[in-house]
């Protein structure tokens, strides 16, 4: 009984970090609050392009990916910009890789909304 209550009063304060977190982001991020805004957008077209449960799967996948990705390209940003704000090549460089990998989550997301639209439509 004791393991479990120590796993509880672990995951309550993560969720209340999680939540804060999440509040922050949508707060300060608009980055993060247009990824968000798109990728509810897709949820719900989702539900009228996907014909079986795999492939709702598929398309809704990466749309959690991106917010995902956009909440470490934020992170990164955050931490880099608090360390100064003097320029620094590898300041500079971690926050494109971040930047890169949203750009790529987005690529994936078009790839996969554009392969399924198109298989339902002219396949």
Request: charge should be positive; charged fraction near 20%; glycine fraction near 4%.
């Amino acid at each position: 009984m004791k393991q479990q209550h120590n796993i509880v009063a672990r995951i309550i304060p993560a969720a209340k970090n999680s939540l804060r977190g999440t509040r922050d982001a949508w707060r300060h991020e608009a980055a993060f609050r247009t990824d968000v805004s798109i990728s509810l957008i897709l949820l719900i077209a989702s539900f009228w392009l996907a014909q079986t449960v795999i492939e709702w799967l598929i398309l809704t996948m990466p749309l959690f990916l991106l917010v995902i990705v956009e909440l470490l390209n934020s992170a990164v940003e955050n931490t880099v910009d608090r360390i100064g704000a003097e320029r620094h090549t590898l300041s500079g460089r971690a926050k494109d890789l971040a930047s890169a990998a949203v750009m790529f989550c987005l690529i994936l997301i078009a790839t996969v909304w554009l392969g399924i639209g198109w298989e339902r439509f002219y396949g």
